[in-house]
């Protein structure tokens, strides 16, 4: 039986903090607790990359990640994202969504990746979405996306 502790982290940008079970998967307090539903819950193992976010701006399965790992940690998802970030206009351009669910952890997965290289080749593009899964589009549409995506000047908005 755990016993909860005081949470603080840096959630999108804001201090935040709140009295968790330590073993909570952070991908239920976000969603239950926090009422931050754009990951989404694919497999449940970290196989899919639905629940990507970005943990002191590495990309993380949230599924897989623990609450009291966050302890004075910065997370971001997707809703952390500014709505001006070019993935989401290349992500719309591209047709590269359809059902929805593989799309927030595609679209964290390829913002970390822009912001360690802001100009990366399509087999590193294809490299760095290889945890995400996406069942309905082929990803070609989702590769032309953050390939479109990283020509926007200055490769990212902040």
Same mark, same amino acid.
């Given at each position: 039986m755990s016993t909860d502790i005081t949470l603080r982290l840096t959630l999108n940008g804001q201090p935040v903090e709140c009295v968790v079970d330590p073993t909570r998967?952070?991908? $239920?307090?976000?969603? !239950?607790? &926090?009422? *931050?539903?754009? /990951?989404? !819950?694919?497999c449940g193992e970290g196989e899919c990359g639905a629940c990507a976010v970005l943990l002191d701006g590495a990309m993380v399965n949230s599924c897989l990640l623990l609450a009291g790992q &966050?302890? $004075?940690?910065? *997370?971001? =998802?997707? !809703?952390?994202? %500014? =709505? $001006?970030?070019? *993935?989401? #206009?290349?992500?719309? @351009?591209?047709?590269? =969504?359809?059902?929805? +669910?593989? =799309? %927030?952890?595609?679209?964290?997965?390829?913002?970390? *990746? &822009?912001? @360690? #290289? %802001?100009? %990366? /080749?399509? #087999?590193? +593009?294809?490299?760095a979405l290889a945890g995400n899964l996406c069942r309905c589009t082929g990803y070609v549409r989702i590769l032309d996306a953050v390939e479109a995506a990283a020509r926007v000047p200055s490769g990212r908005a902040s």
């Open positions: 998967r952070v991908l $239920d307090l976000l969603r !239950e607790d &926090l009422g *931050l539903t754009g /990951s989404k !819950e694919g &966050l302890q $004075d940690a910065a *997370l971001r =998802t997707i !809703e952390g994202l %500014p =709505t $001006d970030d070019p *993935l989401f #206009e290349a992500f719309a @351009r591209a047709g590269a =969504t359809q059902c929805g +669910i593989c =799309t %927030p952890g595609m679209v964290v997965a390829a913002r970390a *990746l &822009l912001d @360690r #290289e %802001p100009a %990366p /080749s399509r #087999e590193r +593009i294809r490299e």
